[in-house]
């Protein structure tokens, strides 16, 4: 089974719309993470949380929003998606500030 | 602002052959250095560096940091078609959690 898990895999939708990304995690890890990858750039940061009260900006932050619902459970939403958010989204856990991050499946998400 | 500059951006081998990839970072405050394998979709990890000089091996796959200079290396030997795959370095640093900073990462490419 995996560890971390992405709801939906794929996502095709237009301008305008809502869209939530969905991530779920086993292993008990307090730090969850989201980020988006386009090609030549790597992955950047969108937000990060700490635990369920903590919710922290990324450098790229604008246009998303994120709410954490429990401990295993960190979802990214697209208030109003625009072609340029287009990318590879993925998710991302860990124990703690000296041990690696694991990543989920990722979500392609395209804006017509 | 903390930043990750990987090359070459691409490279084409052939099995057997050996591979350097080069990482170079600033950091404000730096905690750690980590290597990721992209194949089809989620980063894996590879290795977590944090003191300068060590040389993590797993395999055919050895990494090693200077922080003096501030970059990392890593080598693949005897490459095979398994290895084909993007790698991406990123930074870890102590300012804000243990947040990762990318590079825009080497699309390796084994021909058999």
């Known amino acids: 089974d995996a560890d971390v898990t992405q709801t939906p895999r794929n996502r095709i939708t237009k301008t305008g719309k809502r869209i939530m990304l969905e991530c779920s995690q086993t292993?008990?890890?307090?730090?969850m993470y989201w980020y988006r990858q386009d090609p030549g750039l790597g992955l950047r940061l969108i937000y990060y949380?700490?635990?369920?009260?903590?919710?922290n900006k990324g450098e790229i932050s604008d246009g998303y929003s994120v709410s954490r619902q429990a401990q295993a459970k960190f979802s990214l939403s697209l208030e109003s998606a625009i072609p340029n958010q287009t990318a590879l989204y993925f998710c991302?856990?860990?124990?703690?500030?000296?041990?690696?991050?694991?990543f989920g499946p990722g979500t392609r998400l395209t804006v017509l | 602002e903390d930043k990750v500059v990987q090359s070459p951006l691409s490279l084409v081998v052939h099995e057997g052959d050996t591979v350097t990839l080069n990482c170079s970072y600033e950091?404000?405050?730096?905690?750690?250095l980590l290597w990721y394998k992209q194949e089809k979709k989620a980063p894996t990890f590879l290795f977590m560096l944090?003191?300068?000089?060590i040389e993590k091996k797993s395999g055919r796959l050895s990494s090693i940091l200077d922080k003096k200079e501030l970059f990392s290396i890593l080598n693949i030997t005897a490459t095979q078609t398994g290895d084909s795959a993007i790698y991406l370095c990123?930074?870890?640093?102590?300012?804000?959690?243990?947040?990762?900073?990318f590079g825009g990462g080497t699309r390796v490419l084994v021909k058999p």
């Open positions: 991302a856990t860990s124990e703690s500030a000296d041990h690696e991050q694991f």
């Open positions: 292993k008990g890890h307090d730090r």
């Open positions: 944090t003191s300068s000089g």
């Open positions: 990123a930074e870890s640093g102590k300012a804000a959690g243990n947040k990762l900073t």
């Open positions: 950091v404000t405050n730096f905690r750690s």
């Open positions: 949380s700490f635990d369920v009260k903590d919710i």
